[in-house]
């Protein structure tokens, strides 16, 4: 008698709610259990097959046998487990039977999501891939507006190495100027110390005219003083000739002579005599020597600038004239007095130019 083998009705949910379908199947002297479907779960539904040993066959080749068994019953129990029920009481569980199909029924899950996910990202990429593509177009042109300023600045880079080239030669030249300057500088600086010597010497020689001045400048005022001492006795003795020769008019002294020319050589009739010169330019008026004119001894002649021009006492050959100042008379209207004092010697008084 054929094996009857009884599929029982649902068994509780299993896992994500799904249950299976389970029908008897016979081939040929082969008595199949085949899952044909699951009910009650959440999409995505697991496979469908044939049971099998390890778990759910698709191939009926691969599906369990179970003619000659005593199989009574077949059912899902909890957490996938399948339950075989025989014909002598036993059950025989095999636990998490389904785990594997409905693992799989989950991860097509998780990949449809994951799918769903990749779509959209898909989608967005697209969508930058446009916008990509609009960006590339102008980034293309950016770069050929780049590459024409490329050209440009390949342009300018050559000129610019051109000038630095120019400027190489130029640095060279000034390299030689600058050489030729720095001996200019150190003949400059050799001609400088010489300078500075000369110029220390010279401060000293200025330091010695300094001296010099200061003691020229004491020699200046004791010569100033002397001047005003002798310009002084000169007063004093302008008043005695003044008074001697008011003397010597009142008692008939010293007739008057004049003298109208430029030049006079006095003689022996000039002895105790005025001579009043009244030439406009210069007059020289000369004493001869005793081997010319027999002078008396004490011979005393009064001259007189009664002109413009200045009047200068000339000494003859081997004549000496004694004056504490110049031999020329002092300005117009001037007195002058010569006294013969030894043989050839004579002395001048009177308002005479200061030596």
Same mark, same amino acid.
């Given at each position: 008698?054929?094996?009857?083998?009884?599929?029982?009705?649902?068994?509780?949910?299993?896992?994500?709610?799904?249950?299976?379908?389970?029908?008897?199947?016979?081939?040929?002297?082969?008595?199949? *259990?085949?899952?044909?479907?699951?009910?009650?779960?959440?999409?995505?539904?697991?496979?469908?097959?044939?049971?099998?040993?390890?778990?759910?066959?698709? +191939?009926?080749?691969?599906?369990?046998?179970?003619?000659?068994?005593?199989?009574?019953?077949?059912?899902?129990?909890? +957490?996938?487990?399948?339950?075989?029920?025989?014909?002598?009481?036993?059950?025989?569980?095999?636990?998490?039977?389904?785990?594997?199909?409905?693992?799989?029924?989950? @991860?097509?899950?998780?990949?449809?999501?994951? $799918?769903?996910?990749?779509?959209?990202?898909?989608?967005?990429?697209?969508?930058?891939?446009?916008?990509?593509?609009?960006?590339?177009?102008?980034?293309?042109?950016?770069?050929?507006?780049?590459?024409?300023?490329?050209?440009?600045?390949?342009?300018?880079?050559?000129?610019?190495?051109?000038?630095?080239?120019?400027?190489?030669? @130029?640095?060279?030249?000034?390299?030689?100027?600058?050489?030729?300057?720095?001996? +200019?500088? @150190?003949?400059?600086?050799?001609? *400088?110390?010489?300078?500075?010597?000369?110029?220390?010497?010279?401060?000293?020689?200025?330091?010695?005219?300094?001296?010099?001045?200061?003691?020229?400048?004491?020699? $200046?005022?004791?010569?100033?003083?002397?001047?005003?001492?002798?310009?002084?006795?000169?007063?004093?003795?302008?008043?005695?000739?003044?008074? #001697?020769?008011?003397?010597?008019? #009142?008692?008939?002294?010293?007739?008057?002579?004049?003298?109208?020319?430029?030049?006079?050589?006095?003689?022996?009739?000039?002895?105790?005599?005025?001579?009043?010169?009244?030439?406009?330019?210069?007059?020289?008026?000369?004493?001869?020597?005793?081997?010319?004119?027999?002078?008396?001894?004490?011979?005393?002649?009064?001259? *007189?600038?009664?002109?413009?021009?200045?009047?200068?006492?000339?000494?003859?050959?081997?004549?000496?004239?004694?004056?504490?100042?110049?031999?020329?008379?002092?300005?117009?209207?001037?007195?002058?007095?010569?006294?013969?004092?030894?043989?050839?010697?004579?002395?001048?008084?009177?308002?005479?130019?200061?030596?």
């Amino acid at each position: 008698m054929a094996e009857q083998i009884e599929v029982l009705g649902k068994g509780p949910r299993g896992p994500k709610g799904w249950t299976p379908v389970l029908l008897p199947v016979t081939d040929g002297a082969r008595k199949l *259990v085949r899952v044909s479907d699951w009910t009650g779960g959440q999409e995505p539904k697991p496979a469908a097959g044939y049971l099998g040993a390890a778990g759910l066959v698709e +191939d009926i080749a691969d599906a369990t046998d179970f003619a000659g068994r005593g199989l009574v019953s077949v059912e899902q129990g909890n +957490d996938a487990d399948l339950i075989y029920t025989y014909t002598d009481g036993t059950t025989e569980t095999i636990p998490a039977y389904f785990a594997d199909v409905l693992a799989k029924a989950q @991860e097509v899950d998780t990949n449809t999501l994951a $799918v769903s996910q990749m779509l959209g990202m898909v989608e967005t990429k697209r969508e930058e891939v446009a916008q990509n593509t609009v960006t590339v177009s102008d980034a293309r042109q950016d770069v050929e507006n780049r590459q024409g300023l490329i050209s440009l600045d390949t342009l300018a880079v050559s000129q610019m190495l051109s000038m630095v080239e120019t400027k190489r030669q @130029e640095v060279a030249q000034n390299t030689v100027t600058v050489s030729d300057a720095r001996q +200019d500088m @150190e003949d400059r600086q050799s001609l *400088v110390s010489q300078d500075t010597i000369a110029v220390s010497q010279m401060l000293s020689m200025v330091e010695t005219k300094r001296d010099q001045v200061a003691q020229n400048t004491v020699t $200046v005022s004791n010569a100033r003083q002397d001047v005003e001492t002798r310009q002084t006795q000169i007063g004093q003795t302008k008043v005695l000739i003044d008074a #001697a020769l008011a003397a010597a008019l #009142a008692a008939g002294w010293f007739p008057i002579i004049t003298e109208t020319t430029a030049a006079r050589v006095l003689a022996l009739t000039d002895a105790g005599r005025e001579i009043r010169c009244t030439f406009a330019g210069a007059v020289s008026i000369t004493v001869p020597p005793a081997s010319s004119v027999a002078w008396a001894d004490h011979t005393e002649i009064v001259l *007189v600038q009664a002109g413009a021009g200045q009047v200068t006492i000339v000494p003859g050959a081997g004549v000496t004239i004694n004056s504490s100042e110049t031999l020329k008379s002092a300005k117009q209207y001037a007195y002058l007095g010569l006294k013969r004092v030894a043989a050839n010697v004579w002395d001048l008084t009177g308002e005479r130019q200061i030596a």
